[in-house]
């Protein structure tokens, strides 16, 4: 067993310093109390919470002691080197390994027979060995969960999923240790509190889900100074009349001379499609520099490859995505670039912690606009990591798929009753306010397939006669196994050479509209496809084409607190000193002369006339996905006052309503068609929910059991998943209205897909503001990119530059009078 003398003798030797909050860690483990370290990038967190268990260990004999949770299949790899490599240094004869997705089939037997002492895997590997009866005497020897970049999993399924597992190891393991790993985020109480759950709860029946003892535990920060430098590569022209759907690259050269002028560069794009654009057009600057590309679509191998070039500093350039956002290790990383807005204070911090990832060295962003207005946007994040302003992250609670997936899960150990698992659940935060009647509904959901019951592959799970639940249907059992998680994406096809070499993967739609012959960009190359052949699209080198696959999910909102920032900063910009607004001063004289400038309490609209009909353009600031929601919830109320077609486009700033012809609007009026009265009746309403919440079932019916998407090798396309629940959907909607299931597809499009939370809170604002409506000769440069995007979204991306550069033209003309 280590000493605290060990480790401090191990630091010396490495020229480390051992940081008061890693002591506080490691005293706090040894009272077997639980925590949540919250510190910046590089700073020892993962040290802090590994060193304590090892100050306990006992030798090379031990059953697993501690298991390790971290959200990506691509940190479990170098997480375990880290935490085997603090063993070896320490003497202690433990064993660490990794259990993913992609762990052979041969170490996942021998780990079946016998665990490691620290075994690191994903949420839903984790939940996969919960199903293993065999397993169960293993577990009660842990003594800890660590739970890596907590913030990335807490608002999503997969965190609940990770709460679940925890609760189950609590019970076999009395006295567990919990510990949560995170670097960026603003709501630390609720955080730790949704990690730790409560200790002892009551049996369920009890009022379980009423009186809990909370899990004792607190965070730990690391109060360090690390300095951080947030740059903006400044356009030498700036356009008054911006537009969004540029990759940024008038800026290329610009990016050059930084790369020029450091050693090794990871250069952040916001979506896949932007990332191939950005490495093609590197490689042509600057083709002397060794240069990768990284995204998730891109084969495993070749995205080791790359993380091993960074980390041994083989490569001087690597252009990635949200891949390489997290705990990744690159030391010699010196400088992030950053194209495009991040969309949220936390994000950027993120990334720029890639860089200097050593605790007293700096971390440098440059920061790169693809539009103009971005520079605010940059300044205004920039301006709130001053201020330590960052986005908090609300905990998933009573999703009722996972929870359906859950108890399938624990009842193929044929260990538990009912009552048992009700009970277990509720000492987590995702159900500690479980009703009754939705635990009953669940219950009967895979006992009896609830509506479904005339099928029998609905029926999953029995009562023994002594009440506990089993899974008799092998069949029923291996599919469950082979479905854990919740991770739903659409379909993907596997990208590769003739030889049989993968590159990596692209969406099915993307190839379907490929014939053979066709070239594109993928992976930083150019391929031609040749065939189509068991759900894999086999590619030759070479070809002309610049076409690139688009990924789903590449337009993400700008955060409340970046959105706050941004307009407390335009409404000072006249004597802001940041160079970003200085650049964009053009811009805002033209937007203040023709209109005004947003600012904290009043709601901006703007009213204008083209030969299209009337526009009225409205600027809440509330992101992307609230806008969508606004807009037609304002278009529906509008609707029921007088006859009214009218075409919707949102971004982040704002929306566009155009019409032939307009109501008349004072800004009272406008308040009142955007109050929240009614909001529940009238947002669903206004978007065809109905359909919307179709397409969401998909993946609620995969995560609950509903469809079943395939055997390796075998696996139904999108289409088919598609109309298996779909088919599902209709059915039940009709039959079952009181589903509990479709009611959770619609409450996820509301909430995840519209951000129903912001959006409640942005009409709420709304309600206590000035809102004032202008009546503008012309486009504004506010409202000239919500034009062109509307534009872009109906024409030919030639005819629609053409057509954009004609019109941003016109208004420049009219601005220099």
């Known amino acids: 067993m280590p000493t605290t003398t060990d480790?401090?003798?191990?630091?010396?030797?490495?020229?480390?310093t051992v940081f008061a909050f890693q002591r506080g860690c490691w005293d706090a483990y040894r009272r077997g109390e639980s925590g949540l370290i919250h510190a910046p990038t590089g700073c020892g967190k993962t040290l802090a919470a590994w060193l304590g268990p090892l100050l306990e260990a006992e030798g090379g004999d031990e059953p697993v002691r501690v298991l390790w949770i971290t959200p990506m299949r691509a940190l479990a790899a170098d997480t375990t080197a880290s935490l085997q490599a603090a063993c070896e240094a320490l003497a202690v004869p433990w064993k660490v390994e990794c259990r993913t997705g992609d762990t052979p089939s041969g170490a996942r037997a021998k780990q079946r027979k016998r665990l490691p002492q620290c075994l690191v895997t994903t949420p839903e590997s984790a939940s996969l060995l919960l199903s293993y009866a065999d397993l169960i005497p293993q577990w009660r020897?842990?003594?800890?969960?660590?739970?890596?970049?907590?913030?990335?999993?807490?608002?999503?399924?997969?965190?609940?999923q990770t709460e679940l597992v925890i609760a189950r190891l609590r019970a076999l393991a009395p006295g567990l240790r919990v510990w949560g790993l995170s670097a960026t985020l603003g709501n630390l109480d609720e955080a730790l509190a949704t990690l730790l759950g409560s200790s002892n709860p009551l049996p369920a029946g009890e009022g379980g889900a009423k009186r809990r003892v909370r899990a004792r535990g607190q965070t730990y920060g690391a109060d360090l100074p690390k300095t951080l430098h947030i740059d903006t590569l400044v356009p030498d022209a700036v356009d008054r009349f911006p537009w969004g759907g540029h990759m940024g690259l008038p800026?290329?050269?610009?990016?050059?001379g930084v790369l020029d002028r450091a050693g090794s560069t990871l250069v952040f794009t916001n979506t896949r499609a932007q990332a191939e654009r950005w490495f093609e057009a590197i490689q042509m600057i600057r083709p002397e520099l060794p240069s990768a590309l990284h995204h998730g679509s891109i084969d495993a191998e070749a995205r080791a490859a790359v993380e091993q070039g960074l980390k041994d500093g083989a490569l001087r350039v690597v252009v990635a995505t949200s891949s390489l956002d997290l705990g990744v290790d690159f030391s010699p990383v010196e400088q992030v670039v950053q194209i495009g807005g991040p969309k949220g204070v936390a994000r950027l911090l993120q990334r720029a912690g890639r860089s200097g990832h050593q605790p007293g060295v700096a971390s440098r962003i440059v920061c790169?606009?693809?539009?103009?207005?971005?520079?605010?946007?940059?300044?205004?994040?920039?301006?709130?990591?001053?201020?330590?302003?960052?986005?908090?992250?609300?905990?998933?609670?009573?999703?009722?798929?996972?929870?359906?997936?859950?108890?399938?899960?624990?009842?193929?150990?044929?260990t538990m009753t009912a009552q048992a698992i009700r009970a277990e659940i509720a000492s987590s935060h995702a159900y500690a306010t479980l009703p009754d009647a939705e635990w009953q509904w669940v219950l009967d959901f895979v006992m009896r397939g609830g509506a479904l019951h005339a099928y029998p592959q609905f029926r999953k799970v029995i009562a023994r006669d002594d009440g506990v639940l089993i899974v008799d249907d092998a069949t029923v059992a291996r599919r469950h196994?082979?479905?854990?998680?919740?991770?739903?994406?659409?379909?993907?096809?596997?990208?590769?050479?003739?030889?049989?070499?993968?590159?990596?993967?692209?969406?099915?739609?993307?190839?379907?509209?490929?014939?053979?012959?066709?070239?594109?960009?993928?992976?930083?190359?150019?391929?031609?496809?040749?065939?189509?052949?068991?759900?894999?699209?086999?590619?030759?080198?070479?070809?002309?084409?610049?076409?690139?696959?688009?990924?789903?999910g590449g337009k993400m909102p700008l955060s409340s607190t970046l959105a706050a920032s941004l307009v407390e900063l335009l409404a000072a910009a006249e004597r802001h000193p940041a160079p970003e607004l200085q650049a964009l001063a053009p811009l805002l004289a033209i937007q203040r002369q023709w209109s005004r400038l947003p600012q904290p309490g009043v709601l901006l609209a703007e009213r204008a006339t083209s030969r299209e009909g009337e526009h009225l353009f409205v600027y809440p600031f509330a992101g992307r996905h609230v806008h969508e929601g606004l807009a037609a919830l304002l278009a529906w109320r509008l609707s029921k006052r007088a006859k009214i077609t009218a075409t919707l486009t949102p971004n982040d700033y704002g929306f566009e309503l155009l019409a032939e012809s307009l109501p008349a609007l004072d800004g009272e009026t406008l308040k009142a068609l955007l109050a929240p009265a009614d909001l529940d009746i009238d947002l669903p309403a206004s978007l065809n929910a109905a359909e919307m919440a179709k397409r969401r079932f998909r993946e609620i019916a995969r995560v609950a059991g509903l469809v079943f998407e395939g055997y390796p090798g075998n696996g139904k396309t999108v289409k088919q998943v598609q109309?298996?629940?779909?088919?599902?959907f209709d059915v039940l909607s009709k039959y079952d209205r009181d589903n509990l299931l479709t009611r959770q597809a619609l409450a996820e499009v509301l909430e995840h897909q519209l951000d129903y939370r912001r959006l409640r809170n942005a009409v709420q604002q709304i309600a206590q503001q000035h809102v004032t409506i202008i009546d503008t000769p012309r486009f504004t440069p506010f409202a000239f990119p919500l034009w062109a995007e509307r534009i872009g979204s109906r024409l030919s991306t030639e005819d629609w530059k053409d057509r954009v550069l004609k019109m941003a033209a016109s208004l420049e003309k009219a601005a220099a009078r």
């Open 251 to 256: 800026l290329l050269p610009k990016v050059a």
């Open 368 to 414: 790169v606009p693809t539009h103009a207005l971005e520079l605010a946007e940059f300044a205004a994040a920039r301006a709130a990591v001053e201020q330590r302003r960052i986005e908090v992250r609300q905990p998933l609670v009573n999703c009722l798929d996972v929870l359906a997936q859950h108890v399938v899960t624990l009842a193929l150990t044929g």
């Open 481 to 552: 196994r082979m479905s854990v998680g919740t991770i739903t994406a659409d379909s993907m096809m596997r990208v590769k050479y003739l030889s049989g070499a993968g590159v990596g993967s692209v969406e099915e739609s993307f190839i379907a509209r490929l014939k053979p012959g066709e070239s594109f960009l993928f992976a930083g190359r150019k391929l031609t496809l040749v065939r189509i052949r068991d759900m894999a699209a086999y590619v030759k080198p070479g070809g002309n084409s610049q076409t690139i696959p688009r990924w789903n």
């Open 141 to 160: 020897g842990l003594r800890a969960v660590v739970v890596d970049e907590w913030h990335e999993l807490l608002a999503t399924k997969r965190g609940v």
């Open 723 to 728: 109309v298996s629940s779909g088919l599902l």
């Open 7 to 16: 480790i401090e003798d191990w630091y010396a030797r490495r020229g480390w």
